[in-house]
Nanobody
Framework: QVQLVESGGGLVQAGDSLRLSCAAS????????MAWFRQAPGKERDLVAG????????YYTDSVEGRFTISRDNAKNTVYLQMNSLKPEDTAVYYC??????????????WGQGTQVTVSS
């Protein structure tokens, strides 16, 4: 079983930066792909960024490309999402997710409880 705990959300102004962290416990290692999803009110949960187990492959949705950076520290079992130049449309609950395997854009099996990010204009 895998447990994921997110932290780092908050209320910021447009143009500010935030770094989200996701601490993983249980059976997690470099064989697990990790990702960040977000869900805004009234919208579906969408994949924002993902990273392979080794950290060598990453994926970003178009709207965050160049502003967000996903990274991982396997020694600490932690995944990060550095968010720069935040926009009001980035406001959402951000979820950390994990799946065993090499695919990033696939169904995820484990989820954190979410952390709120609110960007004011």
């Amino acid at each position: 079983q895998v447990q994921l705990v997110e932290s780092g959300g908050g209320l910021v102004q447009a143009g500010d930066s935030l770094r989200l962290s996701c601490a993983a416990s249980g059976r997690t290692d470099s064989s697990y792909a990790m990702a960040w999803f977000r869900q805004a009110p009234g919208k579906e949960r969408d994949l924002v960024a993902g990273i392979s187990g080794s950290g060598q492959r990453t994926y970003y949705t178009d709207s965050v490309e160049g502003r967000f950076t996903i990274s991982r520290d396997n020694a600490k079992n932690t995944v990060y999402l550095q968010m720069n130049s935040l926009k009001p449309e980035d406001t959402a609950v951000y979820y950390c997710a994990a799946r065993e395997g090499i695919l990033i854009r696939a169904k995820y099996d484990y989820w954190g409880q979410g952390t709120q990010v609110t960007v004011s204009s």
